[in-house]
């Protein structure tokens, strides 16, 4: 991986399984960051921009993307990554801000890489590429049981996007993936049990970035 490029501002990606409840936890730290004067702005991928919203509706509820190959997959999602870093994440941490991320290369390497088989090593030279240097400071990996995460999902009532509709095998596929990036990047991933209750969790967060926004 390219080395990351310094900014006066702060980017931290939130990632985890279907059901770990990052739009929640997102939701809280945006609304306390902001009570304290910062000024946030959430993203999410694939999207944020025109053409990554193209390629989340392709990817996730057309017709057309039910037949999508992993390799092409995989593509998509880096075209969808390298427009958001450089029409928004750049210009958004160089002026001093905080950037939210939901998902971003490593949500590539577990689903695309680990859980879909592609070879590791193309999975990342393609995410290298797709970033351009631009990685997160912090990388809070909400981390639950495949059984909790599944219960969760089908509570909802809705109907299931593409990668939501995967079998318990998958999920627990990108569990352990996360898992496992979380070991090799211990700098940059920290991981938090998201079975506990949305306060219990939204504190822990709250320390982590906070430790990490001072160590700057």
Known sequence: MSENIATPGFFLSFEGSEGCGKST?????????????????????????????????????????????????????????????????????????????????????????LARGLPEAAVAAVNAFAIGGTLPRLTVLLDVDTETAWARIHATGRELDRMESQPREF???????????????????????????PEAVHEEIFKLVEERRHAL
Not at 32 to 56: D, F, H, W, Y
């Open 25 to 113: 936890q997102i939701g809280l730290l945006a609304e306390r960051l902001e009570k304290a004067g910062q000024r946030v702005v959430v993203l999410r991928e694939p999207g944020s921009t025109s053409a990554g919203e193209a390629i989340r509706h392709l990817l996730q509820h057309a017709k057309e993307g039910r037949s999508l190959t992993p390799e092409a997959e995989l593509l998509l999602f880096a075209a969808s990554r390298a427009q958001l870093v450089r029409e928004k994440i750049r210009p958004l941490l160089e002026a001093g801000g905080f950037v939210i991320l939901d998902r971003f290369l490593d949500s590539t390497t577990v689903y695309q890489g």
């Open 171 to 197: 999920y627990e596929k990108v569990r352990q993936g996360y898992l496992g990036l979380a070991g090799a990047h211990p700098e940059r991933i920290a991981v938090v049990n998201a079975a506990l209750a």
